[in-house]
C-alpha cells in the first residue's frame, strides 16, 4: 500500500509538470492596440513598458506614455510628405526621427513631439539613408545606401545625442547591387568592444562586423535580386549569439533560407532548420534563448536562439521592439498596433 501511494504521488507530480510545462509553452497572443492614423509605421522605439514612439509615411510620428493604452499622434512641420522609417528614443520628451529618400533629415524633439529642430540635412542626389542606431546616450550613427563614385555606404554619426551629425567616411565598400533594406530600422546592432555590425541585401547579402578589422562575411541567406536578402538582426547582449532574418518581399511565404543565426559573434552564420514561416522584415532580442520575427505573411517566436522556429500568429507587422525587462513586444505595421505580453 505505501508503495502504492508512493508511486501515484509520483504519477501525480509528472502530470502536473507536463500539465505546466505545456501551459509555458502556450503561444503567445497578439493583442491589437489602437488603429493608427499612420499608413505604414516602420519606425518604433521602446524606451520602457510605458513609453513607446513609432513613426512612418505622412510625415506622422506617434507616443504612448501609458503602455499603449492613450496615443498621441503628430505630424512634423513642413515634412507632410516624408516617410520616418528610422526613429529613436531616449524617453517621453527626447526622440530623434530620420527620413528615407533625399533630402535626408534628422529631426529632435526634447518636449515629446511639441515642436521639432533638424540637427543634420544632406541634399545629395540619391542619399537614401536606412537605419539609426545607438550605442549608448551620446554616441550613435545612421547609415544608407551607398553613394557615387567610390560606392561607399553613406554614414553619419554623433557624439552628442543627436544634436550634431557628421558624415563618417568608412572603408565599407558595397558590392554590385549591394544595399540595406529601410524595413524596420533594425539593420544595425551596437554593442560595446565593437561587437554586433551591419547587414545588407540585394544581389549580395552580408554581415559587415561592427569590427573594422574583421572581413565581411557573405551570407548564407536567400539573394541575388533587389528583393531578397538579409533585412533584420538582433544579438544578445553579450554580442555573441545573434539572428538574422530575411526572405522574399515579393514573395512573403517563401521560407528557403529566409533566417540564420551565429553562435560565434558573427564569423559563422547557419541557416535555421524549421524557418520562420515566410519572409520576415524584423526580429528582436527578448529573453534568454527568446527571439521575436515578424513580417507582411506572419508573425513567429524561437526559443532556441534562432534554430527552430513557431508561428505565432499571421498577422504580419513591419516592425517589432522589446521593452527592457522583455515581457512585452510591441508590433506596428500598416495602420495596425499589436503588443505580446509574456
Not at 78 to 102: E, I, M, P, Q, Y
Not at 180 to 209: E, H, K, M, W, Y
Not at 266 to 278: D, F, M, R
Request: proline share 6%.
Amino acid at each position: 500500500m505505501y508503495k502504492f501511494g508512493k508511486s501515484l504521488l509520483l504519477l501525480h507530480s509528472v502530470f502536473f509538470c507536463c500539465i505546466f510545462s505545456a501551459y509555458a509553452q502556450q503561444k503567445p497572443e497578439i493583442k491589437a492596440l489602437e488603429i493608427p492614423p499612420i499608413a505604414s509605421i516602420r519606425g518604433l522605439s521602446v524606451v520602457s513598458d510605458s513609453v513607446v514612439w513609432v513613426s512612418g509615411t505622412g510625415g506622422q510620428a506617434g507616443l504612448t506614455t501609458d503602455g499603449g493604452k492613450h496615443w498621441q499622434w503628430m505630424k512634423v512641420p513642413g515634412h507632410d510628405s516624408v516617410d520616418w522609417r528610422s526613429l529613436h528614443a531616449f524617453d517621453s520628451k527626447r526622440a530623434l526621427l530620420l527620413n528615407a529618400g533625399a533630402p535626408a533629415h534628422v529631426m529632435l524633439t526634447t518636449d515629446g513631439g511639441k515642436t521639432w529642430e533638424m540637427e543634420y540635412e544632406d541634399t545629395a542626389k540619391g542619399i537614401f539613408f536606412d537605419d539609426i542606431a545607438f550605442l549608448n546616450d551620446k554616441m550613435g550613427f545612421a547609415i544608407g545606401d551607398p553613394m557615387p563614385p567610390d560606392n561607399k555606404f553613406a554614414v553619419i554619426a554623433t557624439e552628442n545625442g543627436g544634436k550634431y551629425w557628421a558624415p563618417v567616411n568608412t572603408p565599407m565598400v558595397a558590392q554590385p547591387g549591394e544595399a540595406i533594406f529601410a524595413a524596420s530600422g533594425t539593420n544595425i546592432v551596437a554593442l560595446a568592444n565593437d561587437r554586433g555590425g551591419i547587414i545588407t541585401g540585394g544581389q549580395v547579402s552580408r554581415f559587415i562586423p561592427g569590427n573594422t578589422a574583421i572581413k565581411p562575411v557573405v551570407l548564407p541567406i536567400t539573394q541575388g535580386s533587389p528583393s531578397k536578402g538579409a533585412f533584420s538582426l538582433a544579438f544578445m547582449p553579450d554580442g555573441k549569439t545573434g539572428v538574422i532574418v530575411g526572405g522574399d518581399y515579393q514573395h512573403d511565404k517563401e521560407t528557403a533560407n529566409n533566417c540564420v543565426y551565429t553562435t560565434d559573434y558573427g564569423k559563422t552564420w547557419t541557416v535555421s532548420p524549421a524557418p520562420p514561416a515566410g519572409y520576415r522584415s524584423c526580429v528582436v532580442y527578448v529573453k534568454e534563448n527568446v527571439f521575436i520575427a515578424t513580417g507582411t505573411s506572419g508573425t513567429d517566436i524561437t526559443r532556441d536562439a534562432g534554430v527552430h522556429w513557431e508561428k505565432i500568429s499571421d498577422q504580419g507587422f513591419h516592425v517589432a521592439g522589446v521593452s527592457p525587462n522583455g515581457k512585452k513586444i510591441w508590433l506596428a505595421g500598416s495602420r495596425k498596433l499589436g503588443i505580446i505580453t509574456l
